[in-house]
């Protein structure tokens, strides 16, 4: 897992590969355009909330936001698993977006554990 990359930023360039995943599914059918709807919504909202938890007013805040970008992180993950096994969107396709979306949701999963340890994380 590369930790070494800014949580800010790599969840910012996971949101754009999501808008753009979006925008290609969103040319399709109805039920594809539903779809891209629920992942853009989710996809996007973990970057937001990494953003919004930087300038967290207290610890307990710090974590909330971070506990709201989890949640957003497991749902993302659960639409794309769906577009794999629907075979809505070729496997090959997204293989790397799922596994950036595990490395994300542990990554940040593990930036809450260490901030409700009370212990200094880079991300604080």
């Not at 967290?56 to 749902?75: C, M, P, T, V």
């Not at 794999?84 to 070729?90: L, W």
């Amino acid at each position: 897992m590369a930790e070494n990359r800014d949580i800010v930023e790599r969840t910012f360039d996971f949101s754009i590969r999501i808008v753009k995943l979006a925008q290609h599914m969103s040319k399709d059918s109805t039920c594809n355009r539903i779809l891209a709807r629920q992942i853009l919504r989710a996809g996007t909202s973990i970057g937001a909330n990494v953003e919004e938890a930087k300038g967290g007013q207290s610890r307990a805040d710090f974590i909330h936001k971070y506990s709201i970008a989890l949640k957003e992180a497991r749902e993302t993950n659960y639409w794309l698993r769906l577009l794999v096994a629907s075979e809505i969107v070729n496997k090959q396709k997204l293989l790397d977006l799922v596994t950036e979306s595990e490395e994300i949701k542990n990554i940040i999963a593990k930036i809450i554990i260490n901030s409700r340890k009370g212990n200094k994380t880079t991300e604080e």
